[in-house]
């Protein structure tokens, strides 16, 4: 009878906490359902409303509009390319830049916290300012009358006549600036855990600096590699401000821009709303692959 009893307690303690568990996580679900998937649906329903003949602009009825996708996406499929090719190579670029950055203030700079601290601070000192500020600093930055510009042309790598500004080379190097501190920082999290007598053991063993990096860093980092290429790869795909503001023109239009010009000016919501969902799937099903073919066992 006892034994009973106590299995009854055991079960009513076990139920207890289920509801616990499922009140600390309701406030959370609420935000998701209000801000993330209810957002979501509205989207989907909206890119199928159709204008009905004689319509004024900006005037669509509910609807099963499924060609308003195949239009969208015919017309600025070299955008939706493009947007995902300049967040290509500004990840890349991020990590090419980033990794020794983090693997310096980490690693290097361990035993001397001071400077380490100087350093992270300047790290996250971007972020103290406006996204928008720091796009049209690069904006000033790259001008015809700057610095960089007039040594290239003095160098004769630039064309006399040649600019800086409103090209590809100038919304990726906005791109990968406004995005570095989110590769950066992800990447040093995970090197900060780094056990350096790993690195001396690999020393002890006559390995090559080139091979301890390989063979010990580079995997024990991976997590904060993968971590970054997400964070940076992601809101550089759906960016806008640094194509507006640096570029501007047919060849560095991003689907952002696209998207931001249907919905405000052209007032084609399920236009700019299909586009949306577009970009929305492409970038979960190119996440999914990466996830499936790099993720480590850590973060899956």
Not at 262 to 280: E, H, K, N, Q, T
């Amino acid at each position: 009878m006892s034994v009973e009893l106590r299995s009854k307690d055991e079960i009513r303690a076990e139920k207890r906490k289920n509801r616990t568990g499922i009140y600390l996580i309701s406030p959370g679900l609420l935000v998701l359902t209000l801000f993330f998937a209810l957002p979501v649906v509205v989207l989907l329903a909206m890119s199928l409303y159709v204008k009905p003949p004689g319509a004024e602009i900006g005037e669509f009825v509910p609807g099963f509009e499924l060609s308003n996708y195949a239009t969208v996406l015919s017309a600025y499929w070299p955008e939706l390319l493009r947007s995902f090719w300049f967040a290509l190579i500004a990840t890349v670029l991020a990590l090419l830049i980033g990794f020794p950055m983090a693997y310096l203030v980490a690693v290097r700079l361990r035993e001397r916290t001071l400077l380490q601290g100087i350093l992270l601070v300047l790290l996250i000192a971007p972020f103290f300012s406006s996204f928008i500020l720091r796009t049209q600093a690069w904006k000033q930055i790259l001008a015809d009358e700057g610095f960089i510009a007039q040594s290239l042309k003095f160098i004769a790598i630039l064309p006399p006549d040649g600019h800086l500004t409103a090209t590809p080379f100038a919304v990726v190097a906005g791109l990968t600036y406004n995005f570095l501190p989110f590769m950066v920082l992800p990447i040093y999290a995970n090197l900060g855990r780094l056990d350096t007598r790993l690195l001396e053991a690999s020393a002890d063993l006559y390995a090559s600096p080139i091979t301890s990096f390989t063979k010990v860093t580079l995997p024990l980092s991976a997590p904060g590699i993968f971590a970054g290429t997400l964070l940076t790869f992601i809101p550089a795909a759906g960016d806008y401000v640094n194509s507006a503001l640096l570029g501007n023109n047919r060849d560095t239009t991003m689907i952002g821009q696209v998207i931001d010009s249907r919905f405000f000016r052209v007032i084609d919501y399920p236009g700019a709303s299909a586009l949306s969902f577009i970009l929305m799937i492409s970038i979960l099903i190119l996440v999914t692959i990466y996830i499936r073919r790099f993720g480590t066992k850590e973060l899956m």
